[in-house]
């Protein structure tokens, strides 16, 4: 089992973040944590540093900072990102958040980043991770324009365009969200196993409104197993094995 979207960079796991990791090591293969903000990247970097083999990282700017950082504390980013690139394994999670995000400018903003994130993916020959809320049209049509090739979709909602991300090679993840969406419920039914991967987005989309941890990627592929009537092994199998290849995760 591998969780591929989680933030254990978030204050929720200030006060217990070692134990946290070393309950993951006794269940999961791997996880890969998602700095999402320059802010957060020294801790993340010492977290795949202080468990390498066990923890990897993905980095780069969600969506909804674009009303805080700057484009030049963007550019510094990218030249951070570019000196540690053997540390990371992805560029995400980067995107469009229409929803957090209402401003026409500052969407716009989110698109022109959005195209300069796909093309440091490519400089870094890194796969890139996908937020897209509100938005999925927008930017499934800017990752074909400028010809992205690995892509995770996480915490995939959009099931009218399910065949288009599959025809384009495109992975998607899905986690806890199933337990209560019947939208998430349809794609974790009709997605091919060989496009799906596992996440738990972590601290957030715990049950009952608690904390949430790596952890409960067992859970997620138990449902999934339910859903497409499979069994847990298979599910977990392919997605932990579609988890390694694109990442090209060295465990």
């Known amino acids: 089992m591998i969780d591929v979207h989680c933030h254990l960079e978030q204050p929720d796991y200030d006060s217990d973040r070692e134990e946290v990791i070393e309950k993951c ?19 993340t970097i010492k977290m795949v540093e202080k468990h390498k083999g066990f923890i ?33 394994v992805g560029i995400g999670e980067v995107g469009l958040d229409y929803d957090w995000v209402k401003e026409q400018d500052l969407q716009q903003k989110q698109r022109e980043w959005l195209v300069q994130f796909i093309n440091l993916a490519k400089e870094l020959n890194l796969p890139l991770v996908i937020h897209a809320r509100a938005s ?15 892509v995770l979709f996480h915490m995939f909602g959009a099931n009218h365009l399910l065949k288009r991300v599959v025809e384009n090679g495109y992975f998607i993840s899905l ?5 209560k969406s019947k939208k998430h419920k349809k794609i974790a039914r009709d997605v091919p196993l060989e496009n799906l991967m596992i996440e738990t987005d972590s601290p957030w989309l715990g049950e009952e409104g608690k904390r949430n941890d790596p952890c409960s990627v067992k859970k997620v592929i138990q449902k999934i197993a339910e859903i497409k009537k499979l069994s847990f092994e298979e599910v977990d199998e392919t997605t932990t094995r579609n988890a390694i290849k694109f990442f090209d995760l060295k465990i």
């Open 136 to 150: 999925f049209e927008d930017a499934l049509k800017i990752l074909e324009q400028e010809g992205a090739k690995k």
């Open 175 to 179: 986690n806890t969200i199933l337990f």
């Open 25 to 43: 090591k006794k269940e999961l293969k791997a996880v890969i944590t998602s700095c999402a903000n320059p802010k957060d990247f020294e801790l």
């Open 56 to 88: 990897f990282a993905t980095v780069g700017i969600h969506p909804e900072y674009v009303k805080e950082i700057s484009d030049k504390e963007k550019e510094d980013f990218f030249e951070v990102i570019k000196q540690n690139k053997e540390k990371v």
